[in-house]
């Protein structure tokens, strides 16, 4: 049966090239005898020794190459000399995805359903009644000959610049960061993120323009030179990517987030999905990979073009072997991003505390997302001039990067807004809120994420809170419950904080409610930070109004972690 035909109208997990992903249920033939499976794979041309026994995952395997050889056979018999096929197990033993490229949108429909009714007639017949398979392939290939083509994809093939940026946290940074250095060197940038598409500075269409609809429009606009495109997952796997390929290519990192959808459900098989904005990448552009994160690191495999990889540590092995390979790096020395290359000397770029996003080196995970952009930026042919300037130009506050570690002074509480929306992005928030703390001062914390993600996330990250602040309180997100309750919410929270000895944890309606009853119990020098989704305009309003202001980040802290050196300022 099929459960899904899904047109991917752009490079994606399957191939480089727009394809079709069909979704089959071969519950009948999963449920075959050991005989009558074998003689299923004889009727489509195969040597099957060891069906399996029904519903096991041998049997799943032998159905996979009953599916791509019956994909084969029908596109011969339909016209089609060599058809291009992938096959992967399903979510089940009886599900099979497989896919093939299209040219044609009314045929490649037609053939997926053609395919679909004719392995299930192949699958429910028994030994003594089963039909003639070459009969049943004829009477599909006619069936797809006879279908109307259709129209083709339309898929831009860029004539403009492009840089395409993915990973699990980072990556709308980035995008901001890169888009600023590249209209600092005075190119017309649009860019797409989480947030908007934006056009020259201007946002002209607001809400998640991340998949391939917000790079269509922004590569349709006239006049750009520059298109950053922020390249979520979702888009990816829903629709595939919205452009033909890149010139520049930026993954972030792989972490846990988003596992259990789309049939997602491990890191590698998320990195997997990332790597495909990395396959498609020009011989002549760059891929620029995280050197401190393995999955992202392995990538460079995956392109034709030169990897350029940035790491916090000037040390790394990975850093080095991509130095002999004949790539460049971007990493942190005595207190500088700077950037290698193999036979020539290092090139320091700027001070990390000159740059206002790192708040003075204590945000290591903006360090990184600096040295990412600087990268990509060099490798786009931006001017280095344009580019330190930019860095030392980048503001973490509601203009440049909202939402993303923007720090308020009110009345002596450093408040913190920041996404936060996993357990990396909290790990990096808690650091900067502990580096921020005066002695004797207390940390304070919002809680709260999406409720689309696993039950042992929302645990995991209760937890962390728990641990990493004095007081935690739960602020609701109603808007991204995603198909909980708010009780079901607050009990995985509570759960996760019990884990650490936590056992009291207020709650409040909204993250505005949660920020206010904290902020009703600290003292001048606390740090409070809000994990904001749904509210972020009506904090920022809230912070305003009562006289809030952005904060300045003490710029005599020393440069923390790996690559500092002795360095201070």
Known sequence: MLTELRFLDGPNLYFPRPAVKLTLDLTAASQLDAGTAAALGRSVGLKVAGPGEPASGQRQLVLERVARAAARALARAAGTTRLAVRVRAGTDPACVVLAYPWRHRGRAQVFGEELAALLDALGSASVDGRPDAAQLVAAAAANVAAADPGPGPDLPAPRIKVVSVTGTN???????????????????????????????????????????????????????????????????????????????????????????????????????????????????????????????????????????????????????????EGGRGATVV???????????????????????MTLGGLSLHNVANALAAAAAALALGLPRAAVVQGLTTFQPDAVDNPGRMNLFDLAGVTVIVDLAHNEAGLEALLHVMNGLRPAGSATRLVLGIAGDRQDEVLVAVAAMAARGVDDVLIGHKRRYLRGRTTAEMAALYRAGAGEVGVHDLDEEATELDGLRRLLERSAPGDVVAVMCHAQREEIYAWLKGRGARPAQVIQDRAVQGPGSGSKTS
């Not at 993954?251 to 988003?258: E, G, K, L, Q, W």
């Not at 990332?274 to 552009?285: D, E, F, L, Q």
């Not at 005595?334 to 206002?356: K, T």
């Open 170 to 324: 980072g990556k709308t940074t980035v995008t901001r960061l890169l888009a600023h250095l590249a209209m600092t060197a005075g190119r017309r940038t649009g860019w797409t993120n989480t947030d908007g598409i934006y056009l020259s500075g201007e946002l002209v269409e607001e809400g998640d323009w991340s998949g391939p609809g917000g790079a269509r429009r922004v590569l349709a606009e006239p006049g750009l030179q520059v298109a950053v495109l922020e390249t979520a997952r979702g888009g990816l796997l829903l629709r595939g990517m919205g452009v033909a390929h890149n010139d520049v290519s930026v993954v972030t990192n792989v972490t846990a987030d988003h596992l259990g959808l789309n049939g997602i459900d491990t890191l590698d098989q998320l990195a997997e999905v990332k790597a495909i904005i990395v396959g498609v990448t020009r011989a002549s552009g760059w891929t620029v990979l995280n050197a401190d994160d393995p999955r992202t690191y392995a990538m460079r495999a995956r392109s034709k073009a030169r990897p350029w990889v940035f790491s916090l540590d000037p040390a790394s092995p990975s850093l080095r072997a991509t130095l002999d």
């Open 334 to 356: 005595d207190g500088d991003l700077v950037v290698l290359q193999a036979g020539a000397e290092p090139d320091h770029l700027v001070a990390v505390q000159e740059v206002p």
